[in-house]
């Protein structure tokens, strides 16, 4: 008999992962094999359980799909992300992919089909791969970030809170926030999503540009 496809999924209302967790494994090929409530705790546990499809969640408390996709390529990047929401948008539809999503699917879709696009996207090849090298010269000179600016971009596409990237680079908070900042405004955005989307669109495009 084949091995189970292992989903983990990541939500944060409880009764929805409860109910996902019922029907999916009502079918003999799937096992959910981890369940979080948050990007936080979804990086926590993704090592350790090992999926082979993320059912993610694009709204979270400490962040969107875009960010969560990114998360998951940096820590774990054979998974594959299947984003699952209530926003029926085509740009965003589009970031998710450019981030590494193999799926975008609206929530009101049938079980039915929702276990047969897990089933799909679990032997197909990760896209997460195609994003683990990031030609840095060239992001470098395009937008006038130092190497510094490119550290904190990672990890911020990562998930990563600012105590957490200030701990990892031997810096204080205050730094991480000024710098912060200042990458904000040579990228153009405003925010911590916005930074986390422009982020995975660039590895994207500059890595299928090679």
Not at 5 to 34: N, P, S, W, Y
Not at 79 to 86: D, N, S
Request: with cysteine; net charge neutral.
């Amino acid at each position: 008999m084949p091995a189970k496809i292992k989903v983990m999924i990541v939500d944060d209302h409880q009764v929805v992962r409860k109910g996902l967790k019922m029907f999916l494994e009502a079918d003999r090929q799937l096992t959910v094999c981890g369940e979080a409530g948050s990007l936080k705790e979804m990086l926590d546990l993704i090592g350790e359980v090992e999926p082979d499809v993320v059912l993610l969640d694009f709204k979270l408390p400490d962040g969107d799909g875009i960010t969560g996709c990114s998360a998951v390529c940096s820590s774990f990047p054979d998974a594959k992300v299947l984003i699952l929401t209530a926003y029926a948008d085509e740009t965003l539809m589009a970031d998710a992919s450019e981030a590494g999503a193999l799926a975008y699917l609206i929530k009101d879709i049938e079980s039915d089909e929702l276990i047969s696009k897990i089933k799909s996207i679990s032997s197909q090849p990760s896209d997460c791969r195609k994003m683990k090298e990031l030609p840095n010269k060239q992001l470098k000179r395009e937008y006038n970030l130092s190497s510094r600016d490119i550290q904190i971009l990672d990890l911020l596409s990562m998930g990563k809170v600012n105590k957490e990237i200030a701990l990892q680079l031997n810096l204080n908070e205050k730094t991480i926030r000024n710098n912060l900042h200042k990458v904000f405004k040579k990228i153009n955005v405003t925010n911590r999503t916005e930074a986390a989307g422009f982020w995975a669109r660039q590895k994207r495009l500059h890595k299928t540009s090679q």
